[in-house]
């Protein structure tokens, strides 16, 4: 089965020195064209968020910071540079992940190779995340009225704060973060959070998130899954200290796709975080994550 792919070129920018590795998107697209061959079938390419569908997540002043690239009390937590090249590329990743989440309707699953910027929230930026490009596909499908509930299974290292406060007290939503606890960045509270020990290894860990992924399928029951599949907790990961391997991610990744195929329920992949000393080791992973997704519903 294809499973669709959306990337742009334009995800890249520039941000200087820095921890986060924005080549990282092409080169993702790379590795999956090495592992499965031509993908050209498979391949969308976005147009940025609408201003429509930024504002059901942002307030117009922080959208105006933004536009304007001005450091205010709205943008100064980001950890980024804020440039127009910077600010166009999230919006393009949210354009994205809303096109990755329609293809998912119609096909089972798709796969954003850019996205999963869970710790912006409505008002303000936060750590490497302007907008919340998650919390945008969620209202963009809900908008088109093909699903209302909606679960957001995020795995990345860092808790999925922004989501988490965006979508406090939203009975359609869904919001489980499994991460690590001890650990940037200040928590909220999402429907289901699952804080993990310094150290936790492949077994704990998968143990864990399916007792998380009983309660999302068990008692929520979603009708489309937003997987924010990040990558950092490998064990080489530079910002965190959980000690999963390489195999032990793309067994998460596995788990969580054949629960969303058992039960009938798309699925869109969002890359997220992902900080390993080598950055190949990085990209092998988010790669890995779309061969988890098309191995599952092939
Ligand atoms: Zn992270």
Known sequence: MNVPVVYHADYYADIGAHVFPTRKFSLVLEAIQRNVGEIMGCL?????ATREQLLRIHAPEYLADLD????????????????????????????????????????????????????AFADRAEGFCYVNDVAIAVREIQAQRLVERVAVI????????????????????????????????????????????????????????????????GQFKPQFVMYVGGVDPY???RLGSLQLTK?????????????????????VAVLAGG????????????????????????
């Open 154 to 217: 995020d795995t990345d290292l860092h808790q999925g704060n922004g989501t988490a406060r965006i979508f406090r007290g939203d009975p359609q939503v869904f919001t489980f973060s499994i991460h690590q606890e001890d650990l940037y960045p200040l928590k909220e509270q999402s429907s289901l959070d699952i804080g993990l020990e310094d150290g936790t290894e492949d077994d704990e860990y998968l143990t864990k998130l399916r007792q998380g992924l009983d309660v999302v399928f």
């Open 275 to 298: 900080y390993a000393a080598d950055v190949g080791d990085t990209v092998e992973m988010h790669a890995n994550t779309y061969l988890a997704l098309r191995g599952t519903l092939g």
């Open 44 to 48: 969308r390419q976005p147009s940025p």
């Open 68 to 119: 304007g690239c001005r450091w205010t009390p709205r943008t100064s937590f980001s950890e980024l540079p804020l440039t127009k090249e910077i600010v166009d590329a999230y919006y393009l990743m949210a354009g994205g992940t809303c096109l990755a989440a329609s293809l998912a309707c119609q096909h089972g699953g798709a796969m954003n190779l850019g996205g999963g910027f869970h710790h």
């Open 235 to 237: 064990k080489d990961d």
């Open 247 to 267: 195999a032990g991610i793309k067994q998460r990744d596995t788990m969580v796709f054949r629960r969303c195929r058992d039960h009938g329920v798309p699925v």
